[in-house]
Structure formats: structure tokens, C-alpha cells
């Protein structure tokens, strides 16, 4: 018997195949010939003090991981300031890793990846997240090339204090489909876009006011013919760039807000960006994680610009009176005529059914996790698709 694939999307904890394989015969058999259970390994070495024997364990450990989970693509998570102690066993299994995420590392860990020669063909997903030197030669012109040994790289995670790092780091930028970039300081913005394909989404999160002290001014245009898809997440950092931003084939750009002090600010700049700068904008998504810092006005001055009629899917997290809102939207004069989705926090599903009768809506609600709103769509071609989303007190 083999666990169902189903189940596999479940985010597992590093000891549930333990927990599994020691409940009973019938589970232990489920767990030994579900191989996916193994392929998320979590490879915690403190420090460079470990007494043999528990290095000694932790070898054991990982050959028993490795082994049982055969040829299953391996979700490698790296953690501690010796790794490189254990790096060893894996990298003959170089062909298998899917996905890596390296935090809190003290080796020179990338360095040492490309030295070893090997390629990363099934690799999709690099997370780094470090507050430490992961090349070597970081104040030098050294550089670590990536693009052949990761031939297959469509994911890039970067939360590194030390900006340089990134600039030395040769990554197959244009074939991303994601580029979340966060703790951005001094990186140039337009270097970063430029290096991405159209299909690339980009994220930019906890940016600050150093990347105008060291990088563009003010008073610089920010053009770019290349981003589809944009995410911003600052309150300093955000409204600056959008206020500057052109970006002509962009078609889906989030706009989160954490600065509750210049809320205003933020929210004009936004409907400045709709107005001048999103030509070909199809999906807003607009969110606060700081309350409800979205007024009625605001949504209304958004879906009124230019732009904001040619919205085929909005989603709003967090706005003061979305009920208000609602009401409002259903008024003929105010209604987005492309509009076919539209998400919703915080709202009973009778009163949007009460409240858009005249639009037909078709009401779902759905569980979703904390930045995440990957739902499926439905065609909707005489209504509306209302999708009311929460969050879930337990995990399915």
C-alpha cells in the first residue's frame, strides 16, 4: 500500500515519516514504500563542536532518508554553521534535488557547490535566506556561475543582508518564473529587470530608503518593457517605486502595505501608477497586513481609473467597509466592466449574494494560506466569480 499523491501536498514535518513508520505494521509498510515521504530532508548541523558520534548519528540518519526515498525528487533544507560536514552523501544524488533552501548558513556553501563540478539538472526552486558569506572572495571580483549547473532553475528566493553577494551571483535569471527579492538595499532596480524574461514574476519585500541612498534617486524614471508581473511589500520602499514605475506590458501587480503611518501616501501612489503607468494591467491584488487601511474612496478611485476598467480579477485584503464597498460596486455607474473575479476577506457569503444579485455571482469559499491566493478560476462569462477567502484554524 502507498500513500495517496493527494497527500503529498501537504507541507510534512521533518519526522513525520518516523512518526508514520512506528505506528503500526500496516503504517510502517505504507510509509517504507511511499518513497515522496523521505524526499524532504532537514540537515541541521550546529556547529563545528558536534561530538563525532552525533555527527556520526546524523549521517546514519540521512542514508536512511536517502535510501528509502529512492529516486524521488529531493526538498533539501540546509541549517547550521558546519554543512558541509554531511554535503558528502548528497551530492552524489545531484541529479534528484528539486528543491534547496539554504538558511542560516556559516560555510562558504555556493562556492563549494560549484567546485564539486557537478549538475543540478532536476533543480527547480534556491531559497537563501543568510545573514552569513556563502562565496568566498566576497570583497574581491570572484564570482559564482550557476547558469550551467542549474540548468532547470525557475524559482529564486533571495533574503540576504549582504546586497554584493547577489551581484556576484550568475544565476539563469531569464528563465525564472518567480524572483522574490527581499531585504533589497542598495540593488539597482532596472539591473534586477533587466535580467528577467516577461513571464518572470517579481517580488520585492521589506525594502527600505537605502536603495534611493545608494541606488536611483528620486527623481529617476523606472522603465522597464520586459515585467508582467509585479509584487511589491514595503510602505518606504513600495509607493516610491510605483510612483515612478513604467511598465507597459505589466498585467498582474500586488501591492502589500505595512507602514500603517503613511497609508495615504501609499494608496495615492497606487492610483497615480493605475492611472499613468498600468496599460495593460488585468489583476490587482491590494493588501494591508497592518488592518484595514483600504477606504471605499480609495478602491473607488482605483477601479474608476483609466486602467481600472480593463480589470478582468481583483483581490482586496483588508478594506475598512467592505460591505460599503460592495454596495457601491453594484451601482451601475461604478460597476468594472470586465471585472469576472473577485476576492474578498471578511464578508458573509448571503450579504454578497444579496448585495450583487444583478450580477449573477457565483460564490465560493476557500481556505488559504497567509500570502498565498493561488485559486483556480472559473470561467465566468454573464456573472461574477466571488471568491470569499479565510484563513483555516486547523490544516486539512
Known amino acids: 500500500m502507498v500513500l495517496p499523491a493527494k497527500h503529498y501536498e501537504r507541507d510534512f514535518g521533518w519526522n513525520d515519516a518516523w512518526v508514520l513508520a512506528r505506528v503500526c505494521r500496516r503504517w510502517r509498510n505504507v510509509a517504507l514504500n511511499s518513497p515522496q515521504l523521505w524526499s524532504r530532508i532537514v540537515l541541521w548541523v550546529p556547529g563545528p563542536n558536534l561530538k563525532t558520534e552525533r555527527l556520526l548519528g546524523l549521517q546514519r540518519t540521512l542514508k536512511i532518508f536517502l535510501d528509502r526515498a529512492r529516486c524521488a525528487p529531493l526538498c533539501i533544507r540546509f541549517q547550521g554553521s558546519h554543512i558541509l560536514d554531511v554535503l558528502d552523501q548528497l551530492l552524489p544524488l545531484a541529479s534528484q534535488w528539486k528543491e534547496i533552501e539554504l538558511f542560516e548558513l556559516r560555510d562558504p556553501f555556493l562556492s563549494t557547490l560549484v567546485k ?196 478582468m480579477r481583483l483581490d482586496l485584503y483588508y478594506i475598512s467597509d467592505p460591505l460599503h464597498f460592495l454596495r457601491t460596486l453594484a451601482n451601475k455607474d461604478e460597476w468594472v466592466p470586465n471585472l469576472r473575479t473577485l476576492a474578498l476577506v471578511g464578508v458573509a457569503e448571503v450579504d454578497v449574494v444579496n448585495i450583487l444579485a444583478e450580477r449573477n455571482p457565483i460564490v465560493r469559499i476557500l481556505d488559504f494560506p497567509e500570502w498565498e491566493w493561488d485559486f483556480p478560476e472559473k470561467i465566468v462569462e454573464n456573472g461574477l466569480d466571488v471568491v470569499i477567502l479565510h484563513r483555516p484554524y486547523f490544516p486539512k
Open 116 to 311: 564539486a563540478g557537478v549538475q543540478f539538472t532536476s533543480l527547480e526552486t534556491l531559497e537563501i535566506v543568510s545573514w552569513a558569506e556563502l562565496l568566498e572572495g566576497t570583497d574581491g571580483t570572484s564570482t559564482v556561475d550557476l547558469r550551467q549547473s542549474m540548468p532547470s532553475l525557475k524559482h529564486f528566493v533571495w533574503d540576504v543582508q549582504d546586497w554584493r553577494t547577489l551581484r556576484k551571483l550568475l544565476l539563469p535569471w531569464s528563465q525564472l518564473r518567480t524572483c522574490s527579492i527581499q531585504c533589497l538595499r542598495s540593488i539597482d532596480f532596472l539591473w534586477i529587470l533587466s535580467l528577467l524574461s516577461a513571464d518572470t514574476h517579481i517580488s520585492f519585500v521589506d525594502a527600505n530608503d537605502a536603495f534611493y541612498r545608494h541606488g536611483a534617486s528620486n527623481s529617476d524614471e523606472l522603465t522597464t518593457s520586459n515585467i508582467a508581473s509585479l509584487s511589491i511589500c514595503s510602505g518606504t520602499f513600495g509607493a516610491p517605486v510605483l510612483q515612478q514605475l513604467v511598465a507597459p506590458r505589466l498585467q498582474k501587480l500586488v501591492v502589500s502595505h505595512r507602514n500603517n503611518g503613511k497609508a495615504e501616501s501609499h494608496w495615492n501612489h497606487t492610483i497615480s501608477f493605475l492611472n499613468d503607468g498600468g496599460f495593460h494591467l488585468k489583476h490587482l491584488r491590494l493588501q494591508s497586513s497592518l488592518g484595514p487601511t483600504m477606504k471605499t474612496e480609495h478602491l473607488l478611485e482605483i477601479i474608476k481609473s483609466p486602467r481600472g476598467h480593463d480589470l
